[in-house]
């Protein structure tokens, strides 16, 4: 089967890329949803309402989360360029995308936005990694006490890192 299904890719690596770019794409559409329902009470100090979805959606998305950390470690290197390039416009739309609703939620400037985004996705990918959710290593860090140091969750260290970005480019300029 898995001969069957490389015939139509390049590689092994372009099925995870396609999956990835997907990805990008799907969380985009959830992630601007999520920043669009913001209560209007939360608009004023919007910076913790904003990385909470921003985390939220991510972590959502399991297998995204996981590519996260793979594509520019080996999914990108073992492609074609064409196929990379596909790949990168898909993402950087996606960014983009979100990026401006970051930008309408919080008043902060294109390139800040667009390092918001970036910070979000990297760091997911990272602490995915880390989180070693459903994995016998997660298990260990679960049930050894000399290693509950290393457990990682998810989805409050996210919100706390961006939490911090964006509170620190909304009043940068104050």
């Given at each position: 089967?898995?001969?069957?299904v490389l015939r139509?890719?390049?590689t092994?690596?372009e099925?995870?890329?396609r999956l990835?770019?997907a990805?990008?794409?799907?969380w985009?559409?959830?992630?601007v949803?999520a920043?669009?329902?913001?209560p209007?009470?939360q608009?004023r100090?919007?910076?913790?309402?904003?990385?909470e979805?921003?985390a939220a959606?991510l972590?959502?998305?399991?297998?995204f989360?996981?590519l996260?950390a793979?594509?520019?470690?080996?999914?990108?290197?073992?492609?074609?360029?064409?196929v990379?390039?596909?790949f990168k416009l898909?993402?950087?739309?996606?960014a983009v995308s979100?990026?401006?609703?970051?930008?309408?939620?919080?008043?902060i400037e294109?390139?800040?936005?667009?390092n918001v985004i970036a910070?979000?996705?990297?760091?997911?990918g990272?602490?995915?990694q880390m989180a070693?959710p459903?994995?016998?290593?997660r298990?260990?860090?679960?049930?050894d006490?000399?290693?509950?140091h290393?457990l990682?969750?998810?989805?409050?260290?996210?919100?706390?890192?961006?939490?911090?970005?964006?509170?620190g480019?909304t009043?940068?300029?104050r």
């Amino acid at each position: 089967m898995v001969a069957r299904v490389l015939r139509y890719f390049e590689t092994r690596e372009e099925i995870f890329l396609r999956l990835a770019r997907a990805a990008w794409a799907e969380w985009a559409h959830a992630a601007v949803g999520a920043l669009d329902a913001i209560p209007a009470a939360q608009r004023r100090a919007p910076e913790r309402a904003v990385a909470e979805r921003l985390a939220a959606t991510l972590v959502q998305r399991p297998l995204f989360c996981d590519l996260l950390a793979h594509v520019p470690l080996n999914l990108e290197r073992g492609v074609s360029a064409p196929v990379v390039k596909d790949f990168k416009l898909t993402a950087i739309d996606a960014a983009v995308s979100v990026a401006a609703a970051v930008e309408t939620r919080t008043g902060i400037e294109g390139s800040e936005a667009m390092n918001v985004i970036a910070t979000a996705t990297a760091m997911a990918g990272a602490l995915w990694q880390m989180a070693a959710p459903g994995t016998a290593l997660r298990t260990l860090y679960e049930t050894d006490p000399d290693l509950a140091h290393a457990l990682v969750d998810v989805e409050p260290r996210l919100t706390d890192i961006l939490t911090a970005l964006l509170t620190g480019y909304t009043h940068r300029g104050r």
